[in-house]
């Protein structure tokens, strides 16, 4: 696995904020690279006023909210409640990075070793302003933790838009389902 992390220098100005990064994007010519993706979300400031349309939750699950679909890239806002998770998953060949906007997310790295399937690598825990990526074939978990007490508001840059997810369990070595983007926790 190759995930990468950048921290946003704290107390720098950014050149952006979201509606600028939708713009950004919206011009591109082509899916930007990985590198781009981490940069990009490095490089947005989010205002409270900005977010506001997109932060809402769900009991049950977090909550997606579609900020931009293009044809090379897709922006979402999560919202996860103390104890949401996401599947252990990866992304069906999108690169993937994800900023923290309020709260605090742990991510679980998994990797695949042959006929053991698949074993738990490491864990992290990132705080708002990181930036972290999930490369291609990256596979991986996220969530609010338990004990957090607090929401969590997260901000994710796909390259290409996200079409499905694989699903993994620990061991196995295959993936044991495949979730549908356009028909599973749907955005607003």
């Known amino acids: ?26 011009r591109m010519a082509g899916p ?5 993706l981490n940069a990009l979300l ?15 939750f769900k009991e049950g699950t977090y909550a997606r909210h579609r900020v931009h679909l293009g044809p090379h890239a897709e922006l979402l806002v999560l919202c996860w409640r103390p104890g949401q998770r996401t599947p252990i998953h990866d992304h069906a060949g999108s690169y993937g990075a994800v900023r923290v906007l309020r709260g605090v997310m742990w991510e679980t790295l998994f990797e695949m070793e042959g006929a053991e399937g698949l074993l ?7 705080t708002p302003g990181h930036v972290t990526g999930a490369d291609v074939p990256d596979i991986h978990q ?29 061991g196995r070595t295959e993936s044991t389902s495949t979730l549908w983007m356009n028909s599973w926790n749907p955005t607003i």
């Not at 050149?15 to 990064?21: A, H, M, Q, T, V």
């Not at 490095?42 to 809402?56: F, I, N, Q």
């Not at 738990?120 to 990132?126: A, D, K, L, T």
């Open 1 to 26: 696995m190759s995930s990468t992390e950048t921290v946003a220098a704290v107390g720098a100005t950014a050149g952006y904020g979201l509606s600028g990064l939708v713009e950004r994007l919206r």
């Open 32 to 36: 930007p690279t990985f590198g781009e």
């Open 42 to 56: 490095t490089g947005v400031e989010v205002t409270a006023d900005e977010l506001r349309p997109y932060v809402s």
């Open 120 to 126: 738990y690598q490491s864990g992290r825990e990132w």
């Open 142 to 170: 996220l969530g609010n933790p338990d004990v957090s007490g607090r929401d969590l508001v997260t901000l994710h840059l796909y390259a290409p838009p996200l079409a499905s997810l694989n699903v993994y369990k620990v």
